[in-house]
């Protein structure tokens, strides 16, 4: 039977860990019950000869502890990978920049109400009737009109002409790098 290692995790969960197992996936190599592996692995029961013995040659493939925790996730495949579907990564990318095209067209939108707003704010004191004019039904009508128009952005659409912008940007970097592909 192997040692406790010296951290935290039980060798069982640093086997799961290393190779991308699921409970149910290791239970079957080691030809126990799923529900032994999670007992072993919560320490309410001990591991028998026979579980270490089926374990030992996976957990002599093992980092060290500390390595395996502070470990990066890896960022390329090994070179054995297969080449990936380049119509799959084609048609992709097409959506990323048919989905970047429609954030950036909302994003637009919300840049003219701006732009629009402040041209009225700005022109807001030629329009206003005069304040020496006999206040009739229309020119109170106009007023509140007028400054509907002038009202700036709020700050929740402010907020989204940000977020659609960022997730546009997004889109199309996934489109570049998958045009490099």
Request: with cysteine.
């Amino acid at each position: 039977m192997l040692p406790p290692p010296a951290d935290s995790l039980n060798v069982l969960a640093r086997i799961r860990r290393w190779f991308g197992l699921r409970q149910d996936e290791l239970a079957e190599y080691l030809g126990i019950s799923p529900v032994l592996v999670h007992s072993v692995e919560t320490g309410r029961r001990p591991l028998s000869q026979a579980v270490g013995e089926a374990m030992l040659p996976l957990a002599r493939q093992l980092p060290e502890p500390i390595a395996l925790l502070d470990a990066p996730l890896p960022t390329t495949l090994p070179p054995n990978a297969p080449a990936p579907d380049a119509g799959e990564l084609s048609f992709r990318r097409r959506v990323c920049l048919q989905r970047a095209a429609r954030l950036r067209a909302q994003a637009g939108k919300l840049a003219h109400r701006a732009h629009h707003a402040h041209r009225w704010q700005q022109a807001l004191p030629a329009l206003l009737p005069p304040p020496t004019a006999p206040a009739a039904e229309h020119a109170a009508w106009l007023t509140r009109w007028l400054h509907r128009r002038a009202r700036p952005l709020s700050a929740t659409d402010v907020t989204r002409w940000h977020r659609l912008l960022a997730q546009a940007r997004a889109c199309e970097a996934e489109a570049a790098a998958l045009a490099g592909q």
